[in-house]
């Protein structure tokens, strides 16, 4: 997809969620029902603008016109911020002093997406539990949570290039 096609599809995207703004600040003259469908529909726009975002990166990323700066980065306060921002019971379990050399804005990309699948999929009442460690000359996240997984057959084809 080019990055044109991309652009003209953010546009209106980006003023359907400016004018879903500009409607959630008359919060006095809204019922609750207003306001909660508001909030649903303000989502909705969110994710279809992060699909472009990921699209024009990926993108990007394909033609290797995406720069990368690598910095150690401390695995510890990027994980606490994230699991602060999503509002669920996290349990963090790693070094305070756990660093990764990594570009900032490609981790964070990457983690908030596991962790936008794991609070999107685990019920307000459980937990998700954050495990970091060094494995060699690696770091491992892993994720833990109660939701109910990817399907084995999805699981074969999930590292695989737009598949359904």
Known sequence: MSGVVLHDLRGPFNRVFA???LLQS???TLNQDQKEYLRKKKGVIADRLGMIRNLRDYQ???SKKIDVTLKTINLHAILGVLARKKKIQWHLDMAPNLTVLADKYC???ILDN???NALK???ESKSVFV???ENGLWIQV???DKAPGISPEDQTILFSKFKP
Do not use: G, P
């Open 121 to 123: 999929f685990t019920s």
């Open 26 to 28: 008359f919060t006095d």
């Open 60 to 62: 990007k990323l394909e």
């Open 107 to 109: 981790l964070n990309r």
């Open 131 to 133: 495990k970091a460690y």
């Open 114 to 116: 596991r962790f936008s």
């Open 142 to 144: 892993e994720v833990h």
């Open 19 to 21: 004018l879903i703004q």
